[in-house]
């Protein structure tokens, strides 16, 4: 072989190979982008759920405005105290006070004291049984029990009763939102762990309308907004809680006929008032006749 | 008539498609019958595509039969008139067939009363403006009878820059089971041919076809017949597959324009309206009436009376399957055709101007569908076979069971889709298809609507 072709070849490549060198380094220095190195960090102290209840979309995002002091470590719900302070202990920053949300359900109405009109026998979801006339329960407004948010939870915080409705575990919630997002009749919100007092039931109906659909439905009665007056107002056949005015106590919930408006207690669960009629069926109710 | 007899009558249609069984016999033949009132009316005020109307009566108020009793509020919507003389005894919810509790009217119909209908001032079809005509159509309170409920008058109004060279009347009918459009052919071809000059000069189309698939050629003989002489309107035998009645597909089948992604057949100079659409403004127009009642056919295998009947709108569907008579173990109702139409989930919904049919199954129908179990994509493609608009239902469905909606409609045009239903029938591992993509839309408009 002739070893000037050689030695011309190498010296091509050997040139190539140096241009391109520079090149790259020349792009490092000058293309740079300065990332703090903490984010990545941080990053790593987060729960990696990308779930977005703290707001931001992700667990990157949210090392980001960690890092930049915007918002406080304790607003993530999903890690537990002692990663707040490990990541507080980390930015040198306050651990920074977040009360602890969760997902609410605006209806009781499980299949033992709910009726159907229709039997829906398609696709097990839902949002489906939704687009098919609003599904077959009787009450408009009321929960479907097809457990779509149980399907949606990625925490299994959401878990259906024996009587199909869904019961939230309020240590596992993270409010993150998913239920809020898959639920076609728009039943669940996020709110304030103390946000004890709740009204548990979503239908405009009022008075016996109610009462042939649902045994714990509002009626719309008024007594729970007579008797805290400055705290509910009755809209649209509703009472709606004003969380921001005065503190709330399990006295609204006394008077109410068909325990629609409940004290959700931190040991004892849901509680209703005294004057609450009893619900003693475990099983299925039959369907309203047509 | 089989399928491959039928279709010697015409050559022209659209690519894919499906074949279902029309089931069409039971009714075909049988005259329109006027339907008796119910003694309680129940008339939304939400009964087509836009704004609901705007009530203009008071509870307690006494109407007559024809007598706009809400007003359309802005362009996108329609006026509504009373169904029957009679007494408004409340304005209250109402369960709707789309699954929502919409507000209505409660009328109680006189029982002594003749039922005449009030009448207006016509326009002059001679003298008439474009927008004369298009007010005049919307007063009727008419919206797109085939089942949509999209208003007609809107349909009629061309942008501006944009021209129409074709008036398309639809009279396939495609969906089993209905046979109004027929029978309104056979009967009304008369109130066709009113309706058609209207049509036409609103929208300034210089010629007209009639599309009728060859499964009623009865049909196309007796519009045939009725044509005056010298009018630029021709009768279209199409062979029979579904969803020609799609505007569309008949587009496509008729005039061989496609109309582009998301657009509509006015981008390719067309409109098309259903031909009882047609028929109800050539009956209405003249005498500037409202629409109070539609023709509906009453059918399935759970009815004993099947028939096509002319309904007072607002006649729930307990009274007009209590008329008519059902089988003990009814057990499901649809409105609309079987393969388009929603299955009610009570039968106090009432019947609006977009209830074409209400079909009734009894246990024994219903029970081999129900039974059917979902099993996994096996690639077949089957459905990619019979997507009237060559989307990839097959690819669509995987993503679906993912929730990438972005995916499926940046992709794979998931908007496009019309929810024909032909994926889903001809589907051998009976995925739901269609339905997954009705719930994937409806969350892609509930995000959309939240930003």
Known sequence: MDIAALLTSLAAVGALATVLATLLVVADRWLHVVEDPRIDNVEAMLPHTNCGACGYPGCRAFAEVLVSGVEPPAKCSVSAPPDHARIAAYLGVDVGVQEKRVARLACAGGNNVARNRAHYQGHKSCAAAALVAGGGKSCFWGCLGLADCEVACDFDAIEMSPSQLPVVDEDRCTACGDCVQACPKDLFSIHEVSHRLWVACSSLANGDEVLEECEVGCTACGRCASDAPNLIEMKNGLPVVDYQKGSLSADATQRCPTGAIVWIDETKGIVKGNAAKKVIRQGEMRDTAT | ?451
Not at chain 2, 20 to 33: E, F, H, M, N
Not at chain 2, 182 to 190: G, Q, S
Not at chain 2, 258 to 273: A, R
């Open chain 2, 1 to 451: 008539m089989s399928a491959g007899v039928t279709d010697l009558f015409g050559s022209k249609t659209f690519a894919h498609g499906i074949h279902p069984p029309d089931s069409k016999d039971d009714t075909r033949g049988l005259p329109i019958q006027q339907f008796q009132f119910a003694p309680l009316l129940v008339v939304p005020l939400s009964q087509h595509i836009g704004k609901p109307a705007l009530p203009i009566v008071g509870e307690g108020a006494e109407v007559t039969r024809g007598q706009c009793i809400a007003e359309a509020d802005g362009f996108m919507s329609v006026p509504i008139h009373a169904p029957a003389t009679g007494l408004i005894r409340r304005i209250a919810l109402s369960p709707a067939i789309n699954g929502k509790m919409e507000p209505a009217f409660f009328l109680e119909p006189f029982p002594a009363s003749t039922q005449e209908v009030i009448e207006g001032t016509p326009c002059d079809i001679d003298s008439a403006s474009p927008e004369t005509i298009i007010a005049a159509v919307q007063q009727t309170g008419v919206v797109g009878l085939g089942g949509a409920g999209f208003p007609t008058h809107a349909k009629l109004k061309i942008p501006d820059g944009k021209f129409i060279d074709t008036l398309l009347i639809n009279g396939a009918e495609c969906e089993p089971y209905l046979t109004t459009d027929h029978r309104v052919m056979l009967e009304h071809a008369d109130d066709v041919m009113k309706g058609i000059p209207y049509l036409m000069r609103a929208t300034g189309a210089t010629q007209t076809v009639i599309a009728v698939e060859s499964n009623k050629v009865d049909a196309a003989d007796r519009l045939r017949a009725a044509v005056p002489i010298g009018a630029p309107i021709t009768v279209e035998v199409l062979p029979v597959k579904y969803p020609q009645g799609a505007e569309k597909m008949l587009t496509a089948a008729v005039l061989g324009r496609e109309v582009p992604s998301g657009g509509l057949p006015l981008d390719v100079h067309v409109v098309c309206v259903n031909v009882g659409t047609t028929a109800e403004l050539g009956k209405l127009l003249p005498h500037a009436m409202g629409l109070h009642e539609r023709i509906i056919t009453v059918g399935g295998p759970a009815v004993k009376k099947k028939g096509n009947y002319r309904i007072p709108i607002g006649t729930t569907l307990r009274f007009i399957l209590d008329a008519v008579g059902t089988e003990d173990d009814l057990s499901t109702v649809i409105m609309g055709g079987p393969m388009m139409g929603n299955a009610a989930s009570s039968l106090d919904i009432p019947i609006t101007k977009g209830t074409a049919g209400v079909i009734a199954y009894s246990q024994r129908d219903t029970g081999k569908m129900i039974s059917r179990k979902e099993y996994p994509c096996i690639r077949c493609a089957y459905c990619v076979d019979a997507c009237p608009l060559f989307l990839n239902p097959s690819q669509l469905g995987l993503l679906a069971s993912q929730n990438k909606h972005d995916a499926m409609v940046e992709e794979f045009n998931l908007m496009d889709c019309f929810e024909c239903g032909c994926c889903t029938f001809v589907c051998p591992s009976h995925i739901p298809l269609v339905q997954k993509f009705r719930i994937a839309k409806r969350a892609i408009r509930k995000a959309k609507a939240n930003e």
